[in-house]
């Protein structure tokens, strides 16, 4: 039996299968934290938008974070079919884009918000980093 290398990998049924397990845990991680915040802990969860006061749900995070890791997953798909080595780019691109969502928060209506609206970004931003990037193919 041979146990030499065939080519560079590339995205299998099974890497479709990890993606899509990342995409529900990341939606499923955000509304634990929504939870544990707003049903558990009691914490008013609304932010400012303009002259509005807006509360934040569980529709709007399940949405949201449903949203953010579809176009995680899309982009990194779209990387692999043009780039040979796509994991350090899109790993890049994750974090910065993690990074900037964090400014969504500052319109929080209170410091407990804030810190939960943190939480909220951070726990998508690392599921979908664990769980999207080792399954990034090659390009030959």
Do not use: C, Y
């Amino acid at each position: 039996m041979s146990t030499q290398n065939t080519g560079p990998r590339r995205a299998t049924g099974g890497t479709a299968v990890r993606r899509g397990v990342t995409v529900v845990a990341a939606t499923a991680a955000a509304l634990v934290v929504w939870w544990l915040a707003v049903v558990v802990a009691g914490v008013d969860l609304s932010v400012r938008t303009g002259a509005t006061v807006q509360q934040v749900g569980a529709g709007a995070v399940a949405v949201a974070s449903l949203a953010a890791a579809s176009a995680a997953w899309a982009l990194l798909a779209l990387l692999e079919r043009f780039l040979r080595r796509p994991r350090r780019v899109w790993t890049g691109i994750a974090v910065a884009v993690g990074a900037v969502s964090l400014l969504g928060p500052l319109g929080a209506t209170s410091t407990a918000a804030l810190a939960v609206l943190v939480a909220l970004h951070l726990v998508v931003a690392v599921v979908l980093v664990a769980g999207l990037a080792p399954s990034a193919g090659t390009r030959g």
